[in-house]
C-alpha cells in the first residue's frame, strides 16, 4: 500500500517510515526537508498548502500525521484532511 506521512523526516516519522518500508509499503515522506533515511521518497512540502497537499497524497491509501506547525493559529489538520478526504 502507499502510505503518506505528514513529517516523515523528523524522529518519529522516521521510525515509523523504516517499519511500513521493512513491511514492503510504498511511502510518500511529507515534510519540510528532506528525509535523511528515505530521500527518494521524500515530498518537500508545507502541511497548509492544500495543493501540495492534494498533490503529495494522490494514490495513497492511508496518511499518518506526524508533522506539528509551530503557529497557535494554524489550519494544519484542517488542511490536511480537505484533501485525504477525496481519497
Not at 516523515?8 to 528532506?34: M, N, Q, T, Y
Amino acid at each position: 500500500m502507499k502510505i503518506a506521512i505528514t513529517g516523515g523526516a523528523g524522529f518519529i516519522g522516521s521510525v515509523l517510515a523504516k517499519r511500513l518500508k521493512d513491511d514492503g509499503h510504498e511511502l510518500v515522506l511529507i515534510d519540510l526537508k528532506k528525509s535523511e533515511i528515505f530521500p527518494d521518497d521524500s515530498v518537500i512540502a508545507d502541511i497548509r498548502d492544500k495543493e501540495a497537499l492534494t498533490k503529495a497524497l494522490k494514490g495513497t491509501g492511508a496518511i499518518y500525521h506526524l508533522a506539528a506547525t509551530m503557529s497557535r493559529r494554524s489550519r494544519s489538520t484542517q488542511t490536511l484532511m480537505s484533501p485525504a478526504a477525496r481519497m
